[in-house]
């Protein structure tokens, strides 16, 4: 007798959404590269639509002029300003509430990885039934010795308070299904939203899982992530929130999967 095999799962809409802050060196590359894989999906079967959403954080140069014609002439595009800047965490916060998807991702304007890992991510996520996929670099040297330096011990003060075991939690890779979503309220307004976010979703059971991508350091404009005044910011709600985060308890029965893993190519 033949066996019956299950039917793959297609996801009905997946959400891509870019924080952006005076991004209009990249934003034409990035809704690009976004467009074209996201049209590859849909010709392969693999969702059956799409949205690409620009999270203008009051940009000062023509961002939002060139996000509201993208719009305009795009309808799978569009736009959310900012009317003051709200940094990292407020506009991943404007970005995942703007998603209509039953699958989301986050990253940034810079595009660090090759638009095509979201194939692979997708298959991780359908293959081992996990709720987020986030990844990590596999070679961090493009970044430079600082940045690698502060990313190496706030990974590890992350771990050491919340018993997370991200390699990279601050890359800006998080697929992450609407569940998710649903169930998590995201508070943070700094960079340290992304830590928050999975945190929230480990402490409440869900399944995180890890994969490793080839990584691309911008190559124009500044990135303000490495300043004082950011990394200040990210620690100071790393604390403050430190007591609400332990609070945390599963909406499920958490399982071992609920613990990140790193998934090889399936």
């Not at 011990?153 to 590890?156: M, P, V």
């Not at 569940?179 to 998590?184: A, C, E, N």
């Not at 950011?230 to 990210?234: G, L, P, S």
């Given at each position: 007798?033949t066996?019956?095999?299950?039917?793959p799962?297609?996801?009905?809409?997946l959400?891509?959404?870019f924080?952006?802050?005076?991004?209009?060196?990249?934003i034409?590359r990035?809704?690009?590269a976004a467009?074209?894989?996201?049209?590859q999906l849909?010709?392969a079967?693999?969702?059956?639509?799409?949205?690409?959403?620009v999270v203008?954080?009051?940009?000062?140069d023509a961002?939002?002029?060139?996000a509201?014609?993208?719009?305009?002439?795009?309808?799978?595009?569009?736009?959310?300003h900012?009317p003051?800047?709200?940094k990292?965490?407020?506009s991943?916060?404007?970005?995942?509430?703007?998603?209509t998807?039953d699958?989301?991702l986050?990253?940034?304007?810079?595009l660090?990885?090759?638009?095509?890992?979201?194939v692979r991510?997708?298959?991780?996520?359908r293959?081992?039934?996990a709720d987020?996929v986030s990844?990590?670099?596999?070679?961090?040297t493009g970044?430079?010795?600082?940045r690698?330096?502060?990313s190496f011990?706030?990974?590890?003060l992350?771990?050491?308070?919340?018993g997370t075991?991200l390699?990279?939690?601050?890359f800006a890779?998080?697929?992450?299904r609407r569940?998710?979503?649903?169930?998590?309220e995201?508070v943070?307004?700094?960079?340290?939203i992304?830590?928050?976010?999975?945190i929230?979703?480990q402490?409440?059971?869900?399944?995180?899982?890890?994969?490793?991508?080839?990584?691309?350091?911008?190559t124009r404009?500044v990135?303000?992530?490495?300043s004082l005044s950011?990394?200040?910011?990210?620690l100071g709600e790393?604390?403050?929130?430190r007591?609400d985060l332990?609070?945390?308890?599963?909406h499920?029965?958490?399982?071992?999967?609920s613990?990140p893993t790193t998934?090889?190519?399936p």
């Open positions: 007798m066996p019956v095999l299950p039917v799962e297609t996801f009905k809409k959400s891509i959404f924080p952006m802050w005076n991004e209009e060196l990249y034409h990035a809704v690009g467009a074209e894989i996201c049209e849909v010709t079967g693999q969702i059956a639509d799409y949205e690409i959403i203008d954080d009051a940009s000062t961002t939002p002029q060139l509201d014609a993208m719009a305009e002439a795009d309808p799978h595009v569009r736009v959310v900012h003051h800047n709200r990292l965490g407020g991943i916060k404007s970005g995942f509430a703007a998603a998807g699958v989301v986050y990253t940034d304007a810079d660090p990885f090759e638009m095509l890992e979201l991510a997708l298959r991780v996520l293959t081992y039934e987020i990844a990590y670099r596999l070679d961090r970044e430079g010795p600082r690698a330096v502060y011990f706030y990974n590890g992350v771990q050491a308070m919340f075991r390699r990279d939690i601050n890779f998080k697929l992450c569940t998710v979503l649903d169930h998590v995201l943070s307004e700094g960079s340290f992304d830590a928050e976010l999975v929230r979703a402490r409440s059971g869900f399944q995180i899982l890890q994969i490793g991508v080839d990584y691309f350091p911008r404009g990135s303000t992530l490495s950011v990394i200040r910011t990210m790393m604390f403050r929130l007591s332990k609070r945390v308890v599963p499920r029965a958490p399982s071992e999967s613990t998934a090889g190519t």
